[in-house]
């Protein structure tokens, strides 16, 4: 088991929570500084002296993408904006971006930080990698970018797009590692098939690298599979991250026992998002992290969104920082159908046990006389051929899971749309003043 910086990667639990209490301080002092952030401490009634245990830290007020879509572009700086170097965002695509600006000293602590987990991950110095994430504002393409360099590996700089010159680059150069969204990876694999491609036997790729989407553990079993990943002696590696804190920013190790988050440079809570109160250990809730590390503009307290759990015991990698071991949804992904909460996350959990059912599918939800419906798009694989009894078990299946009546329509293989970056998963017709 390789390590980046083993001692940092396998400090003791209390010395990590020491790390965290000072860099917390610190932290705090430095938001202080931001007219809005100092009018929010002030409200909550705290000021950063205040701070002398972690547990001071729950008066801490938090922080969410409203505030920064808010704040956009630059009221949540809180340090010297003449020593920022970089600037990424969200696409803005659902309203206004969420942006992120970093110093040098932040790009090479990020750099640091994703260097620690391509190596946790199996990357070696020698492998070629084809990052495929998109370079540009969003933060993918570069966060992983600098990271590979760092250790070493030689990069093939390719961005998103273009599938048959992936493919055909794969096999010219001999690729090894293969870096994009997991649903990028699998219309690859899904047009090597097209091309008589079998990545098992005629390329050499053996770890993937894929993020900026939720990827269930059936939709990794398949990446795995057509990538020829397992073939190789490698397979995929879940990547977490969010813009508001840096870009892409913790993945899986070798052992493949949950996400790390770095604890020497995020602060991991997991909360109940209705009293915002911990949760047990071990028990679903909200995410909230807290950069430590970052000078430009460094969050606190920032409610994710993202329903997890997370095992805060040490990984048998012999890590010791906390790992996200299942992604149960996000909160703005959660759908309201006639009173039911609806994840997408649910309906690819269900479709996918079924070997007859491509990872092409979609969610339409619409209205009829008053009422909200569901209807699954999905395409089966080729060659396949679902009959009527397999599309009423499958609506069985899927109502028992739901608790909610949801219709499946098999089309076409090869009519929903692909995707280079982020699926489009979810249709909704519903009238706007009725979701």
């Not at 952030?37 to 001071?56: M, N, Q, S, V």
């Not at 600037?87 to 309203?95: A, D, F, K, L, N």
């Not at 460094?298 to 969104?305: E, K, N």
């Not at 009894?389 to 929903?416: A, D, M, Q, W």
Request: hydrophobic share 35%; charged share 25%.
């Amino acid at each position: 088991m390789a390590f980046y910086e083993q001692e940092w990667e396998t400090m003791p639990l209390e010395k990590l929570a020491a790390v965290q209490l000072e860099k917390f301080k610190q932290q705090a002092q430095r938001v202080y500084q931001n007219p809005f952030l100092k009018k929010r401490f002030d409200e909550a009634g705290i000021h950063p002296g205040d701070i002398k245990t972690l547990g001071d830290i729950k008066g801490v007020p938090f922080v969410t993408k409203k505030d920064l879509r808010d704040g956009y572009p630059l009221g949540l700086i809180s340090g010297n904006w003449d020593e920022v170097v970089r600037v990424h965002m969200t696409s803005g695509t659902t309203g206004v971006p969420v942006a992120m600006v970093y110093t040098k000293n932040d790009l090479r602590t990020w750099s640091r930080l994703m260097a620690r987990n391509f190596t946790a991950g199996g990357l070696q110095k020698g492998d070629i990698v084809q990052q495929a994430h998109g370079y540009g504002l969003f933060t993918g393409g570069f966060g992983f970018h600098y990271a590979l360099e760092e250790i070493g590996a030689k990069v093939i700089p390719t961005g998103a797009g273009g599938t048959e010159r992936q493919l055909r680059l794969m096999r010219e150069w001999g690729t090894t590692v293969f870096t994009c969204t997991p649903t990028y990876a699998v219309y690859v694999s899904e047009v090597a098939r097209e091309k008589g491609i079998d990545p098992g036997k005629d390329l050499k790729l053996r770890l993937g690298f894929h993020g900026g989407e939720p990827c269930s553990d059936e939709m990794r079993a398949r990446i795995n599979e057509r990538l020829g990943y397992t073939a190789h002696g490698g397979g995929m590696r879940r990547v977490y991250g969010l813009t508001e804190m840096g870009g892409p920013m913790a993945m899986d190790c070798e052992s493949v026992t949950g996400i790390h988050i770095w604890a020497d440079h995020y602060l991991v809570e997991v909360l109940d998002p209705e009293t915002l109160q911990d949760v047990p250990p071990g028990t679903p809730g909200e995410l909230v992290l807290s950069n430590l590390s970052f000078e430009a503009m460094p969050i606190l307290r920032y409610r994710t969104g993202d329903r997890v759990i997370v095992d805060f015991s040490p990984c048998p990698c012999g890590r010791t920082h906390p790992r996200i071991v299942k992604f149960l949804g996000r909160v703005d992904d959660m759908l309201l159908v006639s009173g039911t909460n609806v994840f997408p996350s649910q309906i690819e959990h269900v479709l996918l046990k079924h070997a007859e059912l491509s990872e092409n599918w979609l969610l339409v939800v619409g209205e009829r006389k008053g009422l909200h419906t569901l209807e699954v798009q999905v395409e089966p694989v080729p060659g396949a051929e679902p009959g009527e009894e397999f599309v009423n078990r499958l609506e069985k299946e899927l109502h028992s899971y739901l608790e909610i009546t949801c219709k499946v329509v098999l089309v076409p293989c090869g009519s929903l749309q692909r995707f280079e970056g982020k699926a489009v998963r979810v249709l909704d017709k519903r009238k706007k003043d009725r979701n």
